[in-house]
Nanobody, 126 residues
């Protein structure tokens, strides 16, 4: 059974940075695609970033490109999301998600991901 545990959220001022972590158990992260999604208050869940299995290929939402970086540490079986120059509109609950069978053309779709963490709150003050 895949278990994902996010950490690293918190309160930060605009322009600040945070690094989110997603520690996995029950699966080797290098063998599956991992992604971060977020859900702001009153909004649906949206894609943030993904890293494809067996590679270092990464994919980003336009709204975070150039500010966020997704990475994977195979030794620690952990995926990270480094978030720089945070803005109030980045305020959301951030979720880690994984799946072995993600189609590249659908990598941004949440229905492609089978396992989800419980989420970690990120709040950016102006």
């Amino acid at each position: 059974q895949v278990q994902l545990e996010e950490s690293g959220g918190g309160l930060v001022q605009a322009g600040g940075a945070l690094r989110l972590s997603c520690a996995a158990s029950g699966v080797t992260l290098n063998s599956i695609t991992a992604a971060w999604f977020r859900q702001a208050p009153g909004k649906g869940r949206e894609f943030v970033a993904a890293i494809r299995r067996w590679s270092t290929n990464t994919y980003y939402a336009d709204s975070v490109k150039g500010r966020f970086t997704i990475s994977r540490d195979n030794a620690k079986n952990t995926v990270y999301l480094q978030m720089n120059n945070l803005q109030p509109e980045d305020t959301a609950v951030y979720y880690c998600a994984t799946s072995a069978g993600v189609i590249l053309s659908a990598i941004r779709r949440e229905d492609q991901y089978r396992s989800w963490g419980q989420g970690t709150q990120v709040t950016v003050s102006s």
